[in-house]
């Protein structure tokens, strides 16, 4: 039997959403296709005006928009940016959206060369999974959610390093790492599967036994149904070792360019299973194809939604 | 400081102070195969989003400079004056002053007038919105211009240059003039204001035309009609009043409060 999903409100029509891009704003607000919700990411609309901010406004009329943000740095241990939370909130003000989320990472600390300036790298770099990162996290979270008041969701990440685990630390796993977030303070998750299967296959690389996909199946069974309100999936790149370079080794890369490999569709129907029918969202960054393509990705969603034993329609 | 803090305090640095070639020894996370490929991967993102994000503010200065020098700028400055907030938007206004203090751009000093002159067409695309007033035009016609304030578009903005750097503008943005003629400008430095503004939702730049800056300097400051007329005995008004109006330039008019403050975001009224 299916548990049940904690369902943030979404059209009973479709559970799947459209990472929407500015390549396709135009053709999405001609062509409405029936979406479940638009996604952005949050930062390319804080303005107080412009074009970027009326097509939004635009879409908004016709879709629920779920605000994805990258660059809250909510595991950073000199705390939030004032003004990227003001910003944030004057858009949730504005476009009133279905969910907003942003990473488990960092980018925001003091710089080295100018002592007491602050300095973001601009990316979504790994924070360690131990009991003082926690603690920053989730002081983070409550703040924004203190701030917009509403539930937040928190991502997984693709990370490229890890942090080592210190002396006399007990070693925490990321769904137990996660799901202590949300207990703590509330907030959703927001699963990335393609995130995990990355994640994956470079343990894979680094040396860890095991098939990959199973591996991610126990990391998604480690995480309460409950907690999780949304399901991100995506194309990821295999960068083979480059000889030449001490540093050159063979990488998996998060770079959303591709369709869903069919592993990373496997650990979704094992999500599906697990959590029920969730919000879905189809991300697609990089060589953008036609919004026919991303639609046949977000109809192989639907589709296996739609086929879950007393699942949605 | 914590440990938290220090780690990630040498993550950032090994990725946005100048490139070491020993980066991934000082951060301690290089003990798997990937990790030190990983470092990379977040250096050559960062230095991807730096170019993409110089390219989108400063698109003419990329065609002056060519596609390759561009990468090269944006990598340096990326480490000079990396990001300090989660808006890579925001970042890059320090860029005409660092064009200006290179040495290996010492032969093209009009870069910097440029890159001043785009990176106010790049903030005010992202202003707030103003509706213009039509109907408030009429006051020109029976009120005292003492007793009157003008309302500009939103971000609108003077820019004095001792180079062509409105010709350059118009040339690379919509080819009037022509590449030639705008360098035909450059050679003999003839110096040029640019004005830009936002023409309802698309940012637009032109040359002021005589006594228009000092005008709209002192309109943007806050002075009524009559006396920012006063500061610009060059302009002529009439002549310039329709076209202000079709471009979007010039969007209302408004009661002049002498003692009241400047409000942020001026409501035309009539």
């Not at chain 1, 990162?133 to 969701?153: E, G, K, P, T």
């Not at chain 1, 569709?265 to 094992?270: A, G, K, L, R, V």
């Not at chain 2, 030190?36 to 170019?51: D, F, M, T, V, W």
């Not at chain 2, 060519?66 to 990326?78: E, I």
Request: hydrophobic residues 50%.
């Amino acid at each position: 039997m299916l548990e049940s999903s904690p369902g943030l409100s979404v059209p009973d029509r479709t559970w799947v959403g459209l990472g929407w891009r500015q390549p396709h704003y135009e053709a999405v607000l001609a062509q409405r296709p029936p979406l479940a919700f638009l996604e952005v990411h949050s930062e390319n609309f804080f303005a107080q005006g412009g074009a970027a901010l009326a097509v939004l406004t635009q879409a908004r009329a016709h879709y629920p928009v779920s605000l994805h943000g990258v660059g809250l740095s909510l595991g950073s241990a000199v705390g939030l940016d004032g003004w990227h939370l003001d910003q944030l909130a004057a858009l949730v003000q504005r476009i009133d959206p279905v969910r907003v989320s942003d990473h488990a990472s960092f980018a925001r600390g003091r710089s080295v060369a100018a002592p007491g300036a602050i300095v973001h790298a601009a990316d979504l770099l790994p924070i360690p999974f131990n009991a003082e990162s926690l603690d920053v996290l989730c002081a983070n979270v409550q703040q924004v959610q203190d701030r917009l008041q509403r539930r937040f969701m928190v991502e997984n990440l693709s990370s490229y390093v890890s942090w080592p685990a210190q002396a006399n630390e007990p070693v925490v796993g990321e769904p137990d790492f996660l799901s202590a977030l949300a207990r703590r303070t509330g907030c959703a998750l927001l699963v990335d599967v393609n995130n995990l299967y990355v994640n994956a296959l470079n343990a894979q690389i680094n040396g860890l036994a095991g098939d990959p996909v199973q591996h991610c199946q126990r990391w998604l069974d480690a995480i309460t149904p409950a907690d999780v309100a949304e399901i991100h999936l995506a194309g990821h790149c295999h960068v083979a070792a480059d000889p030449r370079d001490e540093a050159g080794s063979a990488i998996v890369m998060d770079d959303h360019g591709s369709r869903v490999c069919a592993e990373v569709w496997q650990i979704y129907q094992h999500a599906l299973r697990r959590f029920g029918p969730v919000p879905t969202l189809i991300e697609w960054d990089t060589d953008i194809p036609p919004l026919a393509v991303l639609l046949d990705e977000i109809a192989k969603a639907q589709a296996l939604i739609a086929g879950l034993k007393g699942g949605a329609t | 400081m914590s440990a938290l803090a220090a780690q990630q305090q040498a993550l950032l640095d090994a990725l946005l102070a100048w490139p070491k070639d020993n980066a991934i020894e000082k951060i301690a996370i290089g003990a798997s195969k990937t990790g030190a490929r990983g470092l990379k991967a977040y250096q050559s993102n960062g230095h991807a989003l730096a170019e993409r994000a110089l390219k989108a503010a400063y698109p003419v200065v990329t065609q002056l400079l060519g596609a390759q020098s561009l990468g090269a700028l944006a990598r340096a400055f990326w480490h000079a004056q990396p990001p300090r907030c989660g808006d890579l938007a925001q970042w890059g206004d320090g860029l005409p002053a660092f064009l200006a203090a290179s040495a290996q751009l010492a032969q093209e000093p009009y870069l910097a007038d440029v890159a001043r002159v785009e990176w106010a067409l790049h903030t005010i695309a992202s202003a707030a919105d103003q509706a213009a007033d039509p109907a408030s035009f009429v006051l020109l016609m029976t009120q005292d211009p003492a007793e009157l304030r003008l309302v500009l578009a939103p971000g609108c903005q003077v820019l004095a240059s001792a180079w062509p750097v409105a010709s350059l503008m118009s040339a690379h943005l919509n080819g009037r003039p022509s590449l030639a003629e705008a360098g035909q400008r450059l050679r003999p430095a003839v110096a040029e204001t640019a004005l830009v503004w936002r023409a309802g939702l698309r940012p637009a730049v032109r040359e002021a035309r005589a006594g228009e800056a000092a005008f709209l300097a002192a309109v943007l400051a806050g002075q009524a009609l009559a006396q920012a007329l006063n500061s610009a005995p060059a302009l002529d008004f009439n002549d310039w009043l329709a076209p202000a109006v079709q471009t979007q330039l010039l969007l209302g008019v408004v009661r002049f409060e002498p003692t009241g403050k400047m409000p942020d975001h001026d409501t035309p009224t009539h």
